[in-house]
């Protein structure tokens, strides 16, 4: 956190929205809880459901990928007592002003605020305190830290703060570790038990899945040829002589001993070197686990990481309920279902990026970007994960920000952009760009200043990218100037 980050402040206005909640709970009014699609929002949604549920109160949860207007005008007919928005709303500020929504509204977002918070309304911002919500807290535990003051006995709701900080890649760091305010989670997911921490490979899978499907799984980093191939990495680890199995039984990543776990990473090194890519990501590969002790051994909510591609998977392709369930606690039918929807997912990433590998002609290259085109090709609820995938593959160098575009239900163009450390540390912010130019053009954009989103309305996007191009190199300009 920075120096003038403000704790302390963050933790009693955390207490205001509880007393808050409190008092409506004892009141018995209604909540509407409206939460963002990923992997993040699903965790806040169902942190929040069930922390109301707990408190035996009346509420539905809604989940979204924006908040539009007509759904704003919908939630306005039928009005609930209490309204929560989590992981998104501080985006939203001047919309939700303009109407009575309910006859209170509660914001727990970690993106930056734009607008100012409404009469009626409370937020739970780490921004308002001076703490990065891009790194240090994501909306899962910004809504974890209310619930834990309206009742003590919801820490073991931790964990699933824990994999909606994950979920927003908010372990982006040397030990691949949560910092800053989610120190907060991790020390409550241990001392309530539903939390281990250790040090290994953070490969996809890592208790639940054979080696071989487990590394061809991992797309964070992404490995080239590896990635989404489970053939070759078959080859790679029977030519390196690990072994698959143990009687009839295949091994996983657990098994394997030290000796093993170093062979099979300079096996990696080995590859990514032989097809000309950096042997650097494998760095990405070794770092701090987060293991849920009460999730059954072998199962897909086991690992922090993995339950979090789990609830990414059901936002992103369309089945948000699959994954609430999931967090709700249904381990029979739902968490069947999403490990389907998960399967399938894979699928459509590997068939983008071998779409994009034999179509060089996709990627639009600008002075700060480089823009995929997949208006016929890429599902406009895909375009943040397959953004997050490139920018872990090394493939597209780094000293551009990434960005996939297609082409949005309306007509429109819907795009999601991921900006590498070299970009932020000269000064970039993709969500203050994406917020000032989709205006411009009858749309509307916002995010952190390493990962972003917008949506705007027009025939062409050339225009709009360009003047976004130099939207981010005057951002480093101006930054180079101070």
């Known amino acids: 956190m920075s120096v003038d980050a403000d704790k302390n402040g963050f933790l009693k206005r955390a207490q205001q929205l509880a007393d808050a909640i409190q008092e409506h709970l004892r009141a018995g009014s209604s909540f509407l809880v409206i939460s963002h699609h990923d992997a993040d929002g699903l965790s806040s949604a169902a942190i929040l459901g069930s922390m109301l549920a707990r408190a035996e109160a009346r509420f539905t949860i809604r989940i979204v990928e924006e908040l539009r207007e007509d759904i704003l005008d919908e939630i306005q007919k039928n009005q609930p007592d209490v309204l929560i928005f989590s992981d998104i709303g501080s985006g939203y500020l001047d919309q939700i002003a303009t109407r009575q929504l309910a006859k209170q509204n509660l914001i727990m977002d970690h993106h930056p605020p734009n607008g100012h918070t409404p009469e009626n309304t409370l937020q739970l911002n780490p921004h308002e305190f001076k703490i990065d919500g891009a790194r240090l807290i994501s909306a899962a535990g910004v809504s974890y830290l209310v619930s834990r ?163 990414n998977a059901c936002g992103r392709t369309g089945n948000p309920s699959i994954g609430i369930s999931v967090g709700l606690g249904d381990r029979k039918t739902a968490l069947q279902e999403a490990n389907e929807v998960v399967a399938n997912y894979r699928k459509t990433l590997a068939t983008y990026m071998e779409w994009l590998t034999n179509s060089p002609d996709a990627i639009q290259k600008l002075s700060a970007l480089w823009v995929v085109r997949g208006e016929s090709q890429i599902q406009p609820s895909m375009t943040g994960a397959f953004s997050s995938v490139l920018s872990s593959a090394g493939n597209l160098s780094a000293d551009h920000a990434i960005i996939v575009l297609t082409r949005a239900e309306d007509g429109g163009f819907k795009l999601s952009a991921r900006a590498p450390t070299k970009l932020l540390k000269m000064g970039v912010n993709l969500g203050a760009a994406l917020n000032t130019v989709a205006k411009k053009y009858s749309g509307f954009g916002g995010g952190h200043n390493v990962a972003a989103g917008a949506h705007v309305r027009v025939e062409d996007p050339n225009n709009f990218l360009k003047e976004l191009d130099e939207t981010l190199i005057a951002q480093m300009k101006n930054s180079a100037g101070n």
């Open 149 to 311: 003051q309206v009742m003590p006995s919801n820490k073991d709701l931790s964990a699933l703060a824990i994999v909606g900080a994950l979920g927003d890649m908010q372990d982006k760091n040397e030990k691949r570790s949560l910092q800053g305010l989610n120190e907060l989670l991790v020390e409550d997911g241990v001392s309530s038990g539903s939390i281990r921490v250790d040090s290994d490979l953070v490969l996809y899978g890592r208790e639940t899945r054979p080696i071989h499907r487990a590394l061809a799984y991992t797309t964070t980093p992404y490995l080239p040829n590896l990635s989404g191939r489970e053939d070759n990495c078959l080859t790679l680890l029977s030519s390196n002589g690990i072994s698959l199995k143990d009687g009839e039984r295949f091994r996983t990543l657990a098994d394997l001993s030290q000796d093993e776990k170093q062979k099979l990473l300079n096996a990696i090194i080995g590859h990514l070197t032989s097809i000309g890519f950096q042997s650097n990501v494998v760095l990405d590969l070794v770092g701090t686990v987060y293991t849920l002790v009460d999730e059954a051994p072998g199962s897909a909510t086991r690992d922090g990481r993995e339950y979090s591609a789990l609830l």
